[in-house]
Each structure stands twice: as structure tokens, then as C-alpha cells.
């Protein structure tokens, strides 16, 4: 069967990739197997896509734009901050440990927090007019739980989530391989799950589509949810109940 | 200050609001008082809102779209179900009882759940196209717990989460007040809360914009996440990366 | 290899487990059948155990110890509650749906909690001096998020959680067969895991060591922990770090 | 009102508390605040304690008992193992971010996982026979989240959990003073919270109860969570249901 082409055009749309992953570089990380699946349909429609494996930089811990101000001597965020603003899509991706996020995860989410005061010029917060996504994986349970976090973090910042916005790879409850591991005959563990290749290509195709309608559109429109605004008085139709 | 207006028409939208509350009518629910400053801001762009308290309807318990099929004498869901499909908005509110979301909530999670393999005439999930928002109020502890889950399981069965779609009241650590509750000087807990007020407003009118854009558009686009369309063999631009 | 006895004497202990599937009886329960390794070993051991399918019992919903006294007709918590207090190790034991856990599960945990201002004659919370474990099945996702809720619950109602207390099965991301199921080589799912049967065992003896360490220790120490004393006063060395 | 004081000798126990606050000293914790007031308890009963706040440490990222041996230059985790094993008491103690754990509790749990497959010379894993806790302030929402996700990881890897094991402040819902902040009255935010107060001190009492339990009674006897007899085929009563 050959897939009937879209006609949309994504060019000019940028995605970047976070990888979560505790291995450093060289060495191969199992989630990149996963982020490369969605990256490639992107990069097919002419999108833009970076990965950054967050262990390899150094990035502070912290919950300030720049650490370096706060007793750090070094902090990469800063710059790779521009990038996600230069972005319209976001995916965090990661692996599980103990059934939840890594540190390293949830060390981006800091940072992408502490920059969740930054405004637009219309007031709203900075991430608005971006969607977000998750790719998890693991070798036995909590795609969801992971997901769960990262995609609530996000919307809270600021980004749009569309359907079905999470994918991820864990085999059966115990230890095992993980995803994309050779198997004694010669396939790669995982690869052939109909369900992970559906919900990865879903995500996708579903940032995709978001992305582009929300630039198309302009972003999210500015009533109602203008920080800036509120803070000086508006209060677009919110009626204290006590006084209704 | 007089509010700038907005002059987007909103009409033609209709919102839908569970709530999970544990109380029966009609007693009142803590919960409802939030519901109501969100729900005031549509009626007043002319959306039509309706808000369902679950325990007073006889909705079975189960992971199917009609249990009286599978044992149980009455079931209501699959009326309401239809208020569902009608709506563009839905809005699941709760209280906290231990950190988590109520069983209510849970139950009405499952139904939807239960729902998810009906697909629209494109192929898509049924609940492609509509928004999501998350309600929450407890005396102590654990919003950001229970919207996690509530917008996670929105956006995995096909609603759209726009950003900061979730907003609620909780007081200081320890048992206390309830979101409205009378205290001694006249006031009411929790009116005043002026992150309460801003996040629940910030919702309605993020779920507003996000529902109007979504009907604009015609829903999610179908390309890359019909459900049909994969299992009849498309893939839309995947590719197994064993072979790439 | 032969399992070399113990010589501890269980006999007089009690155990209660709670099955939270949405599935009445007489269908078969996935998660009985991990329910009843344990239960197994137990009875064994002399020690008295019941299950309780709860979705089979009127148990109402809410968060008070008898729900007839709040607008219910009927309720059978009451009488379970009975046979909680009367057994030293609670297991509470469900299904995954959307990777959470049940309604019914939910249920249970609301009012266990609804009693946990009862206190024993020493002033404790009335469940301590009790044991808690947790048993979970699914098909693909979710063990550890559903465990840590259930864990947590019943910690914080003054159970005591012994070493590695929960277990579970669950298979690869994605649809697919539940605990038990036939496969077609005329094996059973998940019966040959060893992980899940290592972490079952594992799970009921600690629970089997940690309920007669308490029973035989005469429960939780009576100091430091009686809601009765610091109501009335007494601090136990607590000191207010403002006036230190 | 005098406390009647306890004649149990708790001299000999020793606890280590970890703080994952993001702040690096000299600057004050607030978590160290809280972390204090059951130190001070344990103090005072001859219990050795010590506080470690991560930050301020070359703890590597990853999940391997040493991580000079995967490639990191430092790695102080090898050094402060020796103290969690000395330890017979374990409070995981840290701050809230956007309702999670901060990246450095995570690392602490990361490494604490990376070394629970050492066993004991029963053969159990290494950190059985000793108690678990956990301490959270924030400024909002998330304590029972936050500690859901410690007290879970703890036992899973061995750790006793005795009953009300957390305790924490935050305040009402939205931005605001932390834990100890003054106030304008010149009093401290959340040293009069009674819930606060009063689950700190039970957690501590009831770690040091059954700490001392444990220890009196030789640990979690050693039979049927031996993870070496498992691997050798020991099976203590458990029976697979297929052949029951």
C-alpha cells in the first residue's frame, strides 16, 4: 500500500528534541532510536530538527534563566534557550528510572520553568503559540507516568499539547531489553511494535498539524490571557463570585 | 480599569463540565464554585454550557461505551456521552480527597476511555477537534496531581490541550476551609486568590480561543493519525528504522 | 532444589485483600489470579485470608465511615471495615485503566481514609500495627504509578510498608494479552515471569515478617505518635524552630 | 503541659538526611528548616545525625554505584554510600518544582537505585532492615506527590516505611513566601502550622520506633526475599498457578 501524500507544506517550521538520557556520548542512547522515527517524518516535509542529549552540555540545575548569575560558573541554557524559542515544536524525551522521569529530564523542565516569566510582546507568556510532545522509553513500565509530567509541565509553561501527544517503548514487567536492542535473531527489540510506531507517527503528524495551524492562525489569540494585562488590571469577564 | 473587549464570536460553541465532587445535591459542591466563574465567562460570549455532577446520575462503573450490555441494570452514560460528542469544550473538574483524584472523576476518566476507539468519518479518534480543561479544589494539596492526570488522559484519548488549561484552589498544608467557605470576617475562602482567579480565567479563555481555532480549521487535519487509515496499511511517512 | 523450611509460626495472623477490577463476578478478574499466589502462600502458612471483589459489594462512595448517615441507602463499608481492622496485612490489588488506577480502587482508598481519624486505645490512627501491600495487572503500562498512589495511601493512614510491597504484571507497550490468558502454545500470560513471581513472593513475606514483628512488638510504639496526647498537648521534643 | 518522657534508648541508631534543594550553600534552604526540627528530635534521644545537601557535592548523574567508572572525573556518591549504609534512618528531604522533585532528589533516588542489587550477607537487598522517610516544602502545591514518588522509590529498594512517614508545608495555592520566610508580624511563614508541626514529629518518631524495632529484632528476617536463594531456585511456597 503507498500512503496517499499530504499536500501541506511545514516548511519553515523548526522542532527541537530534548534527550533525558543518563549516557553520555559516544555512547548509543536507546531513546535517540525513538526520537529519530519522529525526526525523520519531520525532516521528510522540510522541518528543521535539532537534538540535544541534555548530559553532554552543561546546563545548570537551577530555576533561573541564567545560572551563571546564581554562583554557576557555566551554564549552556542560555544559549540553547534561544533555540527553543526559535522552535514551534517541542518534544522532551527521556527514559524511565524507577518508574518516572531521570534528572536530566527533569532538569530541562526546571529551566524551561524558569523561563515560563518571560513574556511575548503581546503579554502572554513566551511559550505560547509552541505545542509540546513526550517520547518515553524503557525496559519494563511508566511510559505514562513519565508522559504524564512532562506533558502537564509544558502546557503549564505555556505550550498547546494535541492529541494523542505521547509515544513510548517498554517490554513486559521485569528486567529486559531495551528498545532497539539486538535480539537473537537478528531484529531489533521493539521495532516491529505496531503500537509504538502508530503513537510515535500519530505524535508526530499531530505536533505537525498544531504547529502549523497555530502559526497560520498567529499563535494563540491575545485575550484573556495576557499576563501583563492582568497584572495591570483587566480582567476579561472574570466575575469574583462573591460579587455576582 | 474597563476591560479592552474582545470582539472573536464565540457563538456557536457549546462547553460541557463534569464534576467529580463526592457530595450529592443538594448539598453543595466546594468544586462548583469554581466551575461556575468559568462557566460565566462563556455564557457571556454566548457559549452554551451545561455542568453534570456525576454521583446524582446513575452512570455504571466499566471500560465500555453501554455496560447495561455488560451486567449492569442502568447506565446513563451513553445520553451523557452524547452531550459529549456535541460539546467543543470539556472541562473535568474535582475535588482532592488524599492528593488524587475522586473515584467520580476516575469513573467518568474510564467511560471516556472506554469511548476512545470510535473514530470520526475521517478515520480519527471521535474526540479529535475538541478541547480539554482541568478544574481542581481541596483543602490542602495536590492540583497540579490531579490535573496531571486529567489533561493526560484528555489528550490520549484526542482532545487538544491548549496552554495553562488547568487552575485551582488549595489552602495551606493541614485540614482547613474549602474553596468558598465562609470565614469570619464575611469574605469567602479562596475569592481573593488572585492565582486562582488568573489561571481559572487564563483557562476559559485558552480553551475558548483553542475551541473556536480547532471549528475553524475543521479539526485536526487528517493526515498521519487516522486510525483506519494505519490499520488498513497506510504509514504515513514512518519508517522502521531497522531498514532506514 | 528443595525450599529449606522456615520455623516461624504465622498462624494467628489475618490477611484481607481488596480487588479493584471493573469486572462483576462470576468473569474471571485478571488480577485475581496474582492475588491468589500470594493468598496461596499465605494459607500455608496458617494465616487467614479473604478477598473482596469490591465492585460485587454496595459499598458507597464518599469519605465517611458509614455512608447511610450521609444520603446513602445502603453501604456495605461498615461491615468491611470489620474485617479490615480484624486482619493484620491489607493488600490492596487492582487493574490499569489509562495508566491509573481503577475507580473501584480509587473507592476503596476514600474510605479507608474516611476512617483514618478513628484511634486506637493508645491514641495512634487505627490502622497502625498493620502491614499494606499492593498488587497490580495490566495489560501494558502503569504498575509503579498505580503502586506508588496505593503505597502511599496507606502509609499515610498509619499502615506500615514493608520492603518492596508491591508486585505486578503487565506486557509490552501497547494492546495486548492480560495476566493469565491463554497463549496459544496452551501456556498461560505472564505465569512464567520471573520477575512478577519473584516480586510476589518477595511482597507476601515481607508482609508475612513485618505483620508478626509488629503483632509480636505489641504494634507501633505508643510515643511521639498519639493524635490524642498532641491534641492535648504534649509536644515529644518538637521545637518550634523559631524559638530554638 | 509536660511531656512524659519516653525510657526508650534510641543512642546507637544514626540517621542521614539528603536535601535536594537547587540552592547551593552558603544561601539558606529552606528545606533545611524542616529537615531541622526532626534532627533536633532524634538529637536529643542520642540518634547521630547528619544532613547532606546534594547540591553542594560532585554527585555524578547516572545509575551505577560508581560513576568514575562510566566516565565522569568525580564522583563523591561511593563516599556518602558508606553513610547511607551506616545509617539506619533515611530522610529524603527537598523542595517542590512546578509540583515534582526537584533534578537533584531525583539523582539521589537514580543513585540510590544504581546500588540496590547489593545484597547483604543473607542475601537480601542490601538496604533491608532499615526505615525510610521524607520531608517536602514548596511554596504551593505537591507534597503527597512529591512523597508518593520518594516513599515508593524507598521501599522498592528496600526500605521499611513506618506509618505518616512524610510531612511537609507549602502554602495556599499560587506564588507566595516559603517555609520560614519572615512575615511582617515578624513571626516565620509555617512555624505555626499545627499539621505541619505535628506530621513532622510523628514521621520522625515512627522512623525511630521502627528503625529501632528492626534493628532489635536482627533486621527483616531472612526468608523468602532472599534475592540470591531465588536465583538459585529457592521458591518458598510459591506456586505457579498454572500448575496448582
Redesign the interface.
Known sequence: ?V??N?D?DFSGLKAIFFNGT?T?SP?PSHTD?LI??SQ??MN??GIKTSVIRT?DQDIA???WPDMTEH?WEKDQWPEIYKGVMAADVLVLAGPI????????T??I??RL?ACSSILNDKG??A??GKVGGCLITGN??????C???V???L??V?????????A????????GPSY?DDREDG??E?????????N???M???L???AK??KD?GG??A???Q?SE?D???????????Y?
Open positions: 500500500m500512503d496517499n499530504t501541506i543518563l553520555k555512547e532510536r529519530h522515527i525523520n517524518i521528510m516535509h548530559i540545575t537551577g530555576v554562583g528510572w524507577l518508574g518516572d522521569n531521570s534528572s536530566e527533569k532538569k523542565i526546571e520553568y502572554q507568556y511559550f505560547y519494563e513500565d511508566g511510559i505514562k507516568h508522559a504524564m509530567n506533558l502537564y509541565s502546557q503549564h505555556g505550550y498547546t499539547i494535541p492529541p494523542q501527544a505521547d513510548g517503548w517498554i517490554g513486559e514487567a521485569g528486567p532497539g531484529t531489533k521493539g521495532y516491529d511494535n505496531d503500537f509504538t510506531n502508530r510515535t507517527t500519530f508526530t503528524w499531530n505537525m498539524h498544531a495551524m497555530l492562525n494563540i489569540p485575550y484573556g490571557n499576563r492582568w495591570a488590571g483587566s480582567r476579561f469577564d472574570f466575575a469574583n463570585p462573591e455576582r
